[in-house]
C-alpha cells in the first residue's frame, strides 16, 4: 500500500494568513494527488484533483502542487470558512489511500 | 447532477454481517467512466477507503478488509452494495459511497450523505 503522510497534523493560523499543508507519498505517484475538506457534521468535500486541478466552484484561493512524492495544499487567504480538515488521497493505484488529515484552527 | 444516497441498519450485532446500499439518482449507474466506491471513517479518524465496482461487475477491494468484503452493483435498481462479515466493534464507523471518476481525475467528486453503523450486542 501507498503511505501518505501529512504536515502538519495540526495548525493554528489567523484569518487572512497564508497556509501551505504538505503531503508525502511513500512512492512515486505521479500527479494522481486529490485534496479534501471535511468540517465537523459534513460530508468530504473534493478540493483539488490532480495535483493541482480545481474541483468546479472551489474559491481560487486554494491551490496545489506537485509530483511524484511530495505535494502541498495552499490557501492563499484565510478565510473563516475554511477552518476544517484536510485530506490528501492518492488516486495512483489500489488500495487507495489518505493522509491521517491536518486540522486547522483558528488561531 | 448524480447524487448518492446510504441506507441500511444502524446496528448490527458482533460476528454478524453489516448490509449497506448506495442508491445512485440524477445519472445512471451503466454509463460507466466511474467507480462507485465505499468509504468510512471511525469516530474521530480519517478516511479508510473500503473498494469500489464498476458498473460490469468489476471489483477493487482494500486488502485490509477482503476477506469479509463483498461489494455488488444492481444496474436495474441503480445501486450499489456493500456487505461486510463478521464485524465486531472496529467495524463501527460512518459510512460512505463516493463516485469516484476514471481516466486522469480519479478522484472522489461526489459523496453520500454517509450513515452511522454501530456494532453492538
Known amino acids: 500500500d501507498i503511505q501518505m503522510t501529512q504536515s502538519p497534523s495540526s495548525l493554528s493560523a489567523s484569518v487572512g494568513d497564508r497556509v501551505t499543508i504538505t503531503c508525502r507519498a511513500s512512492q512515486s505517484i505521479s500527479n494522481y494527488l486529490n485534496w479534501y475538506q471535511e468540517k465537523p457534521g459534513t460530508v468530504p468535500k473534493l478540493l483539488l484533483f490532480?495535483?493541482?486541478s480545481l474541483q468546479s466552484g472551489v474559491p481560487s484561493r486554494f491551490s496545489g502542487s506537485g509530483s511524484g512524492t511530495d505535494f502541498t495544499l495552499t490557501i492563499s487567504s484565510l478565510q473563516p470558512e475554511d477552518f476544517a480538515t484536510y485530506y490528501c488521497?492518492?488516486?495512483?493505484?489500489?488500495?487507495?489511500?489518505f493522509g491521517q488529515g491536518t486540522k486547522l484552527e483558528i488561531k | 447532477q448524480v447524487q448518492l444516497q446510504e441506507s441500511g441498519p444502524g446496528l448490527v450485532k458482533p460476528s454478524q454481517t453489516l448490509s449497506l446500499t448506495c442508491t445512485v439518482s440524477?445519472?445512471?449507474?451503466?454509463?460507466?467512466?466511474?467507480?462507485w466506491s465505499w468509504i468510512r471513517q471511525h469516530p474521530g479518524k480519517g478516511l479508510e477507503w473500503i473498494g469500489y465496482i464498476y458498473y460490469s461487475g468489476t471489483t477493487y477491494y482494500n486488502p485490509s478488509l477482503k476477506s469479509r468484503l463483498t461489494i455488488s452493483v444492481d444496474t436495474s435498481k441503480n445501486q450499489f452494495s456493500l456487505r461486510l462479515s463478521s464485524v465486531t466493534a472496529a467495524d463501527t464507523a460512518m459510512y460512505y459511497c463516493?463516485?469516484?471518476?476514471?481516466?486522469?481525475?480519479?478522484?472522489?467528486?461526489?459523496w453520500g450523505q454517509g450513515t452511522m453503523v454501530t456494532v453492538s450486542s
Open positions: 440524477g445519472g445512471s449507474i451503466s454509463n460507466g467512466g466511474y467507480y
Open positions: 490532480a495535483a493541482s
Open positions: 463516493a463516485k469516484e471518476t476514471t481516466g486522469n481525475k480519479r478522484a472522489f467528486d461526489i
Open positions: 488521497q492518492q488516486s495512483y493505484s489500489t488500495p487507495r489511500t
